[in-house]
């Protein structure tokens, strides 16, 4: 089965220091069509972080993707929203390898329960008639774990 990212390219920071950046925002298994539904439900969700005050949001289908252009009050930003396949990723997990089922025992033997874990006993702690302690942890209170 064939995996799909669904990548975000995004305009960030300001000025001379505007750059873009890419992230993976989803991996989907199965139809690249399936892909593309799933990141247009995306992109048409995508609130992006400039401009600050947008003043028109426009939403284009091209090629493997969505572009969104917000324009704003100086200056316009874009975002790319694009399918790929995954070829390769150096932190996926490996295959799970396949087993057969081990034969179950006639009679298993008797679960063992680990000890309950011994707790201190109970301070008493003197306390106002609301059932707030008269004196705050902060005080020294030795009730407290």
Same mark, same amino acid.
């Given at each position: /089965?064939?995996?799909?990212?669904?990548?975000? @390219?995004?305009?960030?920071?300001?000025? =001379?220091? %505007?750059?873009? =950046?890419?992230? #993976? /925002?989803?991996?989907? *298994?199965?139809? &690249?069509?399936a892909?593309?539904? @799933?990141? =247009?439900q995306?992109?048409?969700?995508?609130?992006?972080?400039?401009?600050r005050?947008?003043?028109?949001?426009?939403?284009? &289908?091209?090629?493997?993707?969505?572009?969104?252009? #917000?324009?704003?009050?100086?200056?316009?930003?874009? !975002?790319?929203f694009?399918?790929?396949?995954?070829?390769?990723?150096?932190? &996926?997990?490996?295959?799970?390898?396949?087993? @057969?089922?081990?034969? #179950?025992?006639?009679?298993?033997?008797?679960? !063992?329960?680990?000890?309950?874990?011994?707790?201190?006993?109970?301070?008493e702690?003197?306390?106002? *008639?609301?059932?707030?302690?008269? %004196?705050?942890?902060?005080?020294?209170?030795?009730?407290?774990?």
């Open positions: /089965m064939t995996t799909w990212g669904l990548i975000l @390219e995004t305009t960030v920071g300001s000025g =001379e220091r %505007k750059h873009t =950046e890419a992230y #993976v /925002m989803a991996h989907v *298994e199965g139809e &690249r069509e892909a593309l539904a @799933e990141l =247009e995306r992109a048409r969700a995508y609130t992006p972080e400039h401009p005050s947008p003043r028109r949001r426009r939403l284009f &289908r091209a090629g493997e993707g969505f572009l969104l252009v #917000v324009d704003g009050s100086w200056q316009s930003h874009a !975002t790319r694009s399918v790929a396949e995954l070829l390769d990723d150096t932190d &996926r997990p490996p295959p799970a390898e396949r087993r @057969e089922p081990e034969p #179950v025992a006639a009679e298993a033997p008797p679960a !063992t329960t680990p000890p309950a874990p011994r707790l201190p006993p109970p301070v702690v003197a306390r106002d *008639e609301d059932g707030v302690p008269v %004196k705050p942890s902060w005080l020294g209170r030795t009730d407290l774990p």
